[in-house]
Nanobody, 124 residues
Framework: QVQLVESGGGLVQAGGSLRLSCAASGRTFSTVAMGWFRQAPGKEREFVAS????????YYADSVKGRFTISRDNGKNTITLQMNSLKLEDTAIYYCAAGRTAIPSMGPGWYAYWGQGTQVTVSS
C-alpha cells in the first residue's frame, strides 16, 4: 500500500512559478515510477509528467515541456514538480500518482495509487 500527499498548490499570476511536492509512504517507493496528472473543471484527467523509479528517465506532456520539471528524492520518498512560466490553461487540480513498476507511463490507468490532489490556479 502506498499513500501519497501533495502540497504546494496555490494562486499565482501568469508567468509565475510554483513547486508541487508529493510525499509517499511505503518501503517500495524507489521501485516504482511516479507521475503527475491534472484535471481542469469539465475536462478529463490528463498526463503532465512522469519519472522512472531511479529518476533516470522523465517524460512530459507537450503542453508543459520546457516549462515543468519533475524530479524525485528516493531517500526522502518525495517527488516534486517545478512549474515555471505558468499559463492560465495550467489551472487545474494536480494529482500525484504511483505506478505499478519502475517504468513510467502516460496513461492514468497504469497508476495504482493516487493522492487527493492540490489546486493550482493561474490568474491573469
Amino acid at each position: 500500500q502506498v499513500q501519497l500527499v501533495e502540497s504546494g498548490g496555490g494562486l499565482v499570476q501568469a508567468g509565475g512559478s510554483l513547486r508541487l511536492s508529493c510525499a509517499a509512504s511505503g518501503r517500495t517507493f524507489s521501485t516504482v515510477a511516479m507521475g503527475w496528472f491534472r484535471q481542469a473543471p469539465g475536462k478529463e484527467r490528463e498526463f503532465v509528467a512522469s519519472i522512472s523509479g531511479t529518476g533516470g528517465s522523465t517524460y512530459y506532456a507537450d503542453s508543459v515541456k520546457g516549462r515543468f520539471t519533475i524530479s524525485r528524492d528516493n531517500g526522502k520518498n518525495t517527488i516534486t514538480l517545478q512549474m515555471n512560466s505558468l499559463k492560465l490553461e495550467d489551472t487545474a487540480i494536480y494529482y500525484c500518482a504511483a505506478g505499478r513498476t519502475a517504468i513510467p507511463s502516460m496513461g492514468p490507468g497504469w497508476y495504482a495509487y493516487w493522492g487527493q490532489g492540490t489546486q493550482v490556479t493561474v490568474s491573469s
